[in-house]
């Protein structure tokens, strides 16, 4: 019942996620002309946002033929694209200067050093495969949808 409730959402909240892309995409373009000049120099990156709309166009597609997987998948695949948008946008910048792109905090000046990077890459080489593990296991515990039944609150 509250999986066909949600389906039933889609049309309205890809209607205003649509509204809201366009008004941000207007807005950057607009008011933030620094984010499309790697695109402009790289024609290729011009496939992010083409991509992205695809994805988007997809999502109530697939929830039309029934497909929620795909859906989702497209969901991910927009957000994706959204995220490369943006560090596209920014390369090399962490954080952009409005009032002198000099004083930028970027990927160069604000990288540490060999050995504070090597000891981070160990800890990393550790720690990730403890968080994926965790994570696929919880996963498994509390896979399927949830039924309600006599013991259900």
């Not at 011009?46 to 999502?59: G, R, T, Y």
């Not at 997987?69 to 695949?77: I, P, T």
């Amino acid at each position: 019942a509250m999986h066909n409730k949600v389906r039933g959402w889609v049309n309205n909240t890809i209607i205003f996620f649509i509204i809201c892309y366009a008004f941000t995409t207007f807005t950057t373009l607009l008011y933030v002309p620094h984010m499309t000049e790697t695109i402009k120099a790289h024609p290729i990156l011009f496939l992010l946002p083409v991509l992205n709309v695809l994805a988007i166009a997809n999502i109530p597609r697939e929830i039309y033929h029934g497909r929620d997987l795909r859906a989702f998948l497209s969901s991910c695949a927009s957000m994706a694209a959204l995220m490369a948008l943006f560090g596209v946008g920014l390369f090399p910048n962490i954080v952009f200067s409005n009032p002198n792109p000099a004083n930028s905090l970027t990927l160069y000046n604000a990288a540490s050093s060999q050995r504070t990077l090597g000891i981070m890459l160990i800890i990393a080489c550790i720690g990730v495969p403890l968080v994926l593990a965790y994570t696929a296991s919880i996963y498994w515990v509390f896979r399927g949808k949830v039924r309600l039944d006599a013991h259900s609150y």
